[in-house]
């Protein structure tokens, strides 16, 4: 799949629209839209599904160097109020912060990251690897192939977890019958 054609089917979702219209109101540092409201509404678009169907929520990744809760706090309540009209779950994580919560929720230790861009890159499938900036810039650093193949594949890497991959691919293929699901 070719990058305007993916970016232009992410925009046939007026979430995805309005949210990228609106995320830079909030003047955060490497802010993205990023993972499956984005793939998952190529995938409606490939099997002729609403462009909104079977996502679960829409994820914002933005790197802030204060990794205080509190002002990861302060931008989950701006955030909130911003797409308050939205009837949606839109979850936003400052990626600077994950290396302090990561060991508690999945037992290990997390390298602290230094862009959101590596956050995306340390996602658990080929085809979750995927943001739109909200000045514009795309990233997918594994292409679009998997997407346009509707191909879920394990990423592998230290912070892999096959159980999560499980379900997550379980999830999706209940969505999605016509997925290829690769064994972790």
Known sequence: MEERRFIDLAFTNDVNAEILERLSSLSLPDAWLVSGSLFQTAWN???????DYGIK?????YFDPDTSW??????IRRCAA????????????????VHL???EKFGQAYTALSSSCEGIDRFLMSVSKVGLADDGRFYAPEGLSDVEAMTIRPSGGPFFHAGV???????????????TVLPA
């Open 45 to 51: 678009a490939l099997t002729d599904r609403a462009p």
């Open 57 to 61: 929520d829409y994820d914002i990744f």
């Open 70 to 75: 509190e002002a990861e706090d302060d931008v």
């Open 82 to 97: 911003l797409f308050a009209d939205i009837d949606e779950t839109i979850e936003i994580r400052n990626q600077a912060r």
């Open 101 to 103: 919560w990561y060991p």
């Open 165 to 179: 991959y499980a379900l997550k691919a379980a999830r999706w293929k209940a969505k999605w019958p016509e997925l």
